[in-house]
């Protein structure tokens, strides 16, 4: 009785795994060479990298004609901490309203734009599986688009050296940049892979990052009209004004700027925190609430207000979180501070969400890339 063995041997699975990372890099390697090739590319960067300055310089400016407009007509100094907070502010919101211009367009015409060169089934009828083709156009685009990102970091790192942050501030937000930006390249690729024309998926990609930045913000809005509640509160009795003095060389907590009175009573109030939800996928929010701000408490000035856009969007989304419970004068009987420290921070849900939707696009366009293709849109080109 013969006895069969089989002696075909598999590859170790450590084997797979760098073969099929390998793959990944040459289309890596192989997208890089091609958009290094292009002029356009340098000339972007370099626009880039003048327009960042050009928007740190004026906002260095526009602090120094307020210090100075301030020792002419006041009769007291706010405390001197530097420009650097305000530079941080300003660069950071600019670098993100133009990386989220940049990255769909250096993402949304990744894969259809070989398939209306007829490359693409060159690629495909090599030994790439489609997840290294689609993962390779990814982390292509995603590392165009952190050129960008690294183009402006010495603008950003000018808000440590100018004092007012610390490099904490700075090494959270290229970070959460670098994600944001990420996401918009995985979105923009996930929807070149499932459309058949470049300028479809590249109008397709910013109407998304749109839905991102202002449709959370028009449903967060309608989502409060919808969510009318009651709060107990009783009566707030403000205090008299006081002509503003001197601040003194360090600040001291002071009382609220106003006391509770009086029984408590059912008053109308808005339940943001039933809808702050629908904030979370905005990729301002993500990004400002990530950034670990120092908590600010009443100074000299009786105020304990953001300094910055990045910083009020934090505290925006931290007042929707908290609700009228956290928010609304003399809720509960009690003053409520007007600078709110985080509880629950929201980014996480919003990242995750973000995370969720580019994930599902980049799986549905790994289907559209798989071999053999069984229906093919009209007019699509093969080669």
Not at 53 to 82: C, I, K
Not at 171 to 177: I, N, T
Not at 216 to 227: D, E, N
Not at 340 to 367: D, E, H, I, Y
């Amino acid at each position: 009785m013969s006895q069969l063995t089989d002696t075909t041997q598999r590859p170790p699975a450590s084997g797979l795994a760098a073969g099929y990372f390998a793959g990944i890099r040459d289309v890596v390697v192989l997208e890089l060479k091609q958009r290094l090739r292009s002029r356009g590319w340098y000339i972007m960067l370099a626009i880039w990298f003048i327009l960042t300055g050009l928007v740190t310089w004026l906002t260095w400016a526009s602090w120094n004609a307020q210090r100075e407009a301030q020792r002419a007509f006041s009769n007291f100094m706010p405390p001197d901490t530097g420009p650097g907070s305000m530079i941080f502010e300003v660069v950071l919101a600019f670098v993100l309203l133009f990386a989220l211009l940049v990255a769909p367009a250096l993402s949304a015409n990744a894969v259809n734009g070989d398939r209306a060169g007829g490359t693409l089934a060159i690629l495909q009828v090599t030994l790439l599986r489609p997840g290294q083709i689609l993962w390779g156009k990814f982390f292509a685009a995603w590392a165009a688009a952190l050129a960008f990102l690294v183009a402006s970091t010495p603008f950003l790192v000018t808000g440590v050296a100018l004092g007012g942050m610390t490099p904490g501030h700075v090494l959270v937000a290229l970070l959460m940049l670098a994600v944001e930006v990420g996401v918009v390249c995985a979105i923009g690729v996930g929807i070149s892979a499932l459309t058949g024309r470049p300028l479809f998926s590249i109008v397709v990609t910013y109407l998304a990052v749109a839905g991102l930045v202002f449709g959370s913000l028009i449903s967060f809005g309608l989502g409060t009209g919808l969510s009318q509640g009651t709060i107990m509160a009783n009566q707030a009795q403000y205090r008299n004004y006081e002509p503003l003095r001197p601040v003194p060389d360090e600040a001291v907590p002071q009382e609220p700027e106003y006391t509770c009175s009086g029984p408590l009573r059912a008053q109308p109030a808005v339940r943001t925190e039933r809808v702050a939800w629908m904030l979370a996928m905005n990729p301002y929010v993500v990004v400002a609430d990530a950034i670990p701000y120092t908590v600010r408490v009443n100074s000299g000035l009786g105020m304990s207000s953001p300094v910055g856009a990045i910083e009020s969007i934090s505290q925006g989304a931290r007042y929707a979180m908290a609700g009228p419970e956290g928010t609304y004068p003399c809720a509960n009987g009690e003053a409520k501070p007007r600078y709110l420290a985080q509880s629950t921070p929201l980014w996480p849900l919003g990242l995750g969400l973000q995370l969720l939707l580019a994930g599902l696009l980049m799986c549905l366009g790994w289907r559209s890339l798989r071999t053999p293709a069984h229906r093919l849109a009209r007019g699509t080109r093969i080669a």
